[in-house]
């Protein structure tokens, strides 16, 4: 059975140990040491010689009882700064926080703590189960740099959960939106506004007349685009030679995307 007392004294014990991104090996070490007490073998594949850092993303495997397709469970063990000598206080009211002066961790410790106890506490009960497997990845929170160089060859599975989103439990986000990034740089040409503005080329007018053209906003359901920042010109006697325009559109189509792009 899930216990509670278990999951709480399990993640605090998490917590305790630094797991800056690039910096996880101790904490991959101590999972990796429960994992197999718990029956699952484990691999590693070279992410982190790739990527700088001390410790690659782990496979591991739990033999199923049952004879289904496996079932992916990922969660990843770094966590962002200040994330030095964290620890977890446990409130009166049973609400976990850090100390104050770091981040606690639960993105994504809480995840990894759940998957671990749910393991344990079907292990124990003697309840049947699907293949597990687990796909525990380093350096998430650099722009999921850990996964990048994960060799998704060695998961059977075809169906996953990915315990790393916020909200209440029994909360899923099964699509989320791509999104591109856009900067633009105009060249103009500089002349005296007051005195020979017909020799210069504004940048600042360029742009406006390209943003006038373009569709923005909501394009659809599932598309949108906006202008964040406009940037150019000097002094309002001069005719602007530079602007630069910066913009994001996302969708969740990929096609969509890229057209708007
Ligand atoms: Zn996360």
Redesign the pocket.
Known sequence: MIQEKRIVDHFASLVAIDAPSRGERALAETVKGQLRALGLSIEEDQAGAAIGGDCNNIYATWPGTLDWPPLIFCA?FDTVEPGQGKRAVIGSDGIITSAGDTVLGA??LS?LTAIVEAIRSIGEDGLEHRTVELFLTVA??QHLLGSTHAELQRLKGRQAYVL?ASGSPGTAIVQAPGNIGLVFELQGQSAHAGMEPEKGVSAITAAAKGIAAMRLGRIDTETTANIGRICGGGATNIVADACTVTAECRSRDWAKLEAQA
């Open positions: 990843h993105d994504d995840g998430e929170e790393d």
